[in-house]
């Protein structure tokens, strides 16, 4: 089995910066893709942003400019720098990883619990 732990987020005001973290542990022979996703109230929950295990990226338009995702292959982790939040950006936001317990398994992908992030107008 794997978890995913994500930490970092909180209660910001508009125009402020938090960082998330998202920590992978148990069985991993490889990681491919890892993203952040969030949901706000009454809301689907979509893909903020993605990057592959060899760093490249994409990002919703919302965020292009102020979110940047980047990852640590050595340590199984994660990040989401969200700079100049706006209250739009208030929502749950989740971490997934798509990954291989083996070589000869087919990756499956894996989320983490949700942290909240809130931003104040």
């Known amino acids: 089995q794997v978890q995913l732990v994500e930490s970092g987020g909180g209660l910001v005001q508009a125009g402020g910066s938090l960082r998330l973290s998202c920590a992978a542990s148990?069985?991993?022979?490889?990681?491919?893709?890892m993203g952040w996703h969030r949901q706000a109230p009454g809301k689907q929950r979509e893909l903020v942003a993605a990057?592959?295990?060899?760093?490249?990226?994409n990002y919703v338009d919302s965020v292009k400019g102020r979110f940047t995702i980047s990852r640590d292959n050595a340590k199984n982790t994660v990040y989401l720098q969200m700079n100049s939040l706006k209250p739009e950006d208030t929502a749950v936001y989740y971490c997934?990883?798509?990954?291989?317990?083996?070589?000869?398994?087919?990756?499956?992908?894996?989320w983490g619990q949700g942290t909240q992030v809130t931003v104040s107008s």
């Open positions: 990057i592959t295990s060899g760093g490249s990226t």
């Open positions: 997934n990883a798509e990954v291989r317990g083996n070589s000869y398994l087919a990756p499956r992908n894996y």
């Open positions: 148990g069985r991993i022979f490889t990681i491919n893709d």
